[in-house]
C-alpha cells in the first residue's frame, strides 16, 4: 500500500508538470473533524491550463503509483476540478473561483505547506 505522503508528493508533480500555481497542501491530519488527511490546492490561469493540470495530476499519479481517483469533477467547465484520492482530495482552480471559495482559511488550523511555483 502506497502511503498518502508519497500520493501527496506524486500529485504535486503532476501540478508542476503542467506549470500550476501557488501549490498548497494542507495536512488535515491533527484535526478531529476533517473529511480527510489532505487538500491539495492549486490555481491555473485559464480552462485550457485548468484542464491540463487536471489531466495531467491523473496520468502523472497513475504512471508512478498506479491509483486512479475515485471520483473527479469539473472537467466540463474547468473553472474548479475536485479529484477524489480517497483521503486526498485535489482542488484545481482558476484564479477567481480560488479567491471567493479561499479553502485556506476555512482551514487554517492545519498545517499548509506552500509549495514554491517553478519558473
Not at 478531529?32 to 491540463?52: E, L, R
Not at 502523472?60 to 479529484?83: H, R, S
Amino acid at each position: 500500500m502506497i502511503e498518502n505522503e508519497v500520493i501527496v508528493e506524486k500529485i504535486v508533480e503532476g501540478i508542476q508538470e503542467k506549470k500550476g500555481k501557488n501549490i498548497v497542501v494542507v495536512n488535515l491530519n491533527k484535526l478531529n473533524d476533517a473529511p480527510c488527511s489532505y487538500f491539495v490546492i492549486c490555481q491555473g490561469d485559464s480552462n485550457t491550463q485548468v484542464n491540463a493540470i487536471g489531466t495531467s495530476i491523473k496520468d502523472w499519479v497513475l504512471e508512478k503509483t498506479n491509483i486512479k481517483p475515485y471520483a473527479t469533477d469539473g472537467f466540463e467547465n474547468c473553472q474548479w476540478i475536485a479529484m477524489d484520492y480517497g483521503q486526498i482530495i485535489v482542488h484545481v482552480f482558476q484564479r477567481p473561483f480560488r479567491e471567493f471559495y479561499d479553502l485556506e482559511h476555512l482551514w487554517e488550523d492545519a498545517d499548509l505547506n506552500f509549495i514554491p511555483d517553478l519558473d
